[in-house]
């Protein structure tokens, strides 16, 4: 008989582990709570607009798998750069922070003061050295001995603790989303050496380097017709469907038991691969994990998003894509046309301010109007746009938006993926599955590395 995997969850990961197997010929599901696939990279349609979970565009540095992306468009894709600031004590920085920009931008007060503070960090740092038992750094560490003091008071310290709502002491450094993260010194090389080491690019640099495509009808799209390659392939996708529980009976096949529409259905498979929040998989797995790993996984979080569309009705509102703000209740404001101008009517603009937040806390439980209210007296301040101006506002929620890395994660993490790769026939993949950060490309590219070691794993048993 043939082999059936469930997969977990239908954002991008979800979907491409789906479409690889599904071209490979197995029978293949996918279940999806939401009512359209695609989770973070997902859009909402209101009307003329196309809401997406913030700007999603296409980019990667494989350019076979950005060619496998492309292809799946019958147009071509509109082309830009992204361009990023920070609004900062009133001036407008280009974003990343380097200590190049640092230097060349800021008032030679504070460069003077930032320069010599990174040095007399560094002389401390290595007098204090043998003297100091080695450990881990949590951000603040990481971040005073990568720019100086003067910088992380500046600016490290209020933007993290503003994004993630966490004090610094208590993140690790893994919270600033980059893969390589430039310190203070590597920055100042750059000064001279401008070429950057493509395989080592942090998330900032492949949005500030590489070139960026952004569908016509939002990010959305990507995923209906990749949706579309799995059902041609009689692979099968069901929307609306929240997984309640996951068994695993004695001959270790497993029972996905979801809620949909009010119904309950029994999904049959031999493999699972989850794409499912840790925070949401452990505790509906049967029989329950070891009290350890349950207890780990209460230690894991995902730090929520909520993105405001303000319909404005002019084409030019911000210079640059992006600008991140500090000291506001919005950390980013995105200019919707300068990422691509047909989401919206020809004659108007949007702008997607993002908020973070904790699920459940009085953010999150704020309206659009609350927002709005919250956020408006800020950009009249900083001269982005008057409140009579906004002809409509739009909210979107999206509970488990980036996975939180305090600084003791890595340990409980380890315990809960261990746990996983000792469970048979379960897999877990993904930027929400993994609990790593992801950009789209890099979530097709595990999600076919899964579907082969899935394809390998049947071909075996
Ligand atoms: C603000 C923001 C901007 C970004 N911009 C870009 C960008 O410009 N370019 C880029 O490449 N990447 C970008 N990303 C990253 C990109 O969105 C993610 O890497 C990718 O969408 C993650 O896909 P995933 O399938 O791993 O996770 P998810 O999209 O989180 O998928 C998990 C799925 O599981 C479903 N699910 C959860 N619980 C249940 C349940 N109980 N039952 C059934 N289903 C369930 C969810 O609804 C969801 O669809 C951005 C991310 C954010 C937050």
Request: hydrophobic residues 35%; glycine residues 6%.
């Amino acid at each position: 008989m043939k082999s059936r995997v469930l997969v977990l969850g239908g954002g991008i990961t979800g979907l491409g582990t789906a479409w690889k197997l599904a071209e490979n010929s197995v029978l293949v599901e996918v279940i999806e709570l939401k009512k359209e696939i695609g989770g973070l990279a997902g859009t909402i349609k209101e009307g003329p607009y196309r809401l997406d979970y913030g700007p999603h565009f296409i980019l990667s540095e494989r350019p076979e798998l950005l060619q496998k992306i492309l292809s799946l468009f019958s147009e071509d894709l509109p082309v830009f750069k992204r361009s990023a600031q920070l609004f900062f004590h009133g001036k407008f920085y280009n974003y990343p922070l380097t200590a190049r920009n640092v230097l060349m931008q800021m008032p030679l007060q504070d460069a003077f003061f930032c320069g010599s503070s990174y040095f007399l960090r560094l002389i401390w740092d290595t007098l204090k050295k043998p003297f100091v038992k080695k450990h881990e750094p949590n951000f603040e560490e990481w971040a005073k001995s990568s720019f100086g003091n003067y910088l992380f008071r500046l600016f490290f310290k209020p933007y993290t603790e503003q994004f993630w709502q966490i004090p610094v002491n208590e993140l690790s450094p893994d919270s600033m989303p980059t893969n390589t993260r430039l310190s203070f010194f590597k920055t100042l090389k750059l000064l001279f050496v401008k070429d950057i080491v493509r395989s080592k690019m942090s998330l900032v640099e492949r949005e500030t380097t590489l070139l960026l495509h952004y569908p016509k009808q939002g990010i959305g799209k990507m995923a209906s017709h990749i949706a579309d390659r799995i059902t041609e392939d009689m692979g099968k996708i069901q929307t609306g469907c929240r997984i309640k529980e996951i068994r695993q009976e004695p001959d270790g096949t497993f029972s996905v038991t979801a809620d949909c529409g009010g119904k309950k259905k029994i999904f049959k498979g031999d493999h699972v691969v989850s794409t499912l929040p840790l925070t949401e998989l452990i505790p509906m797995m049967n029989p329950a994990p070891p009290e350890e790993v349950r207890k780990s996984v209460q230690h894991l979080s995902y730090l929520s998003l909520i993105v405001v569309y303000l319909v404005i009705p002019k084409r030019e509102i911000l210079e640059s894509s992006y600008v991140y703000h500090l000291a506001t209740p919005y950390n980013r404001i995105g200019d919707m046309n300068k990422f691509c101008p047909d989401l919206c009517p020809e004659d108007e603009n949007m702008l997607a301010l993002e908020f973070t937040c904790h699920k459940g806390d009085s953010l999150w439980r704020k309206n659009k109007d609350e927002l709005f209210d919250m956020s408006v007296s800020y950009l009249e301040k900083d001269g982005i746009l008057k409140r009579n101006e906004v002809k409509d506002i739009f909210i979107l929620k999206v509970p488990y938006g980036y996975p939180v890395y305090t600084y003791d994660y890595k340990k409980h993490l380890d315990t809960v993926r261990t746990f996983v790769r000792q469970t048979s026939n379960l897999e877990i993949v993904g930027r929400t599955g993994n609990y790593q950060y992801m950009d789209m490309d890099q979530c097709l590219h595990y999600g076919f590395l899964m579907a082969e070691e899935v394809l390998s794993k049947i071909k075996n048993s």
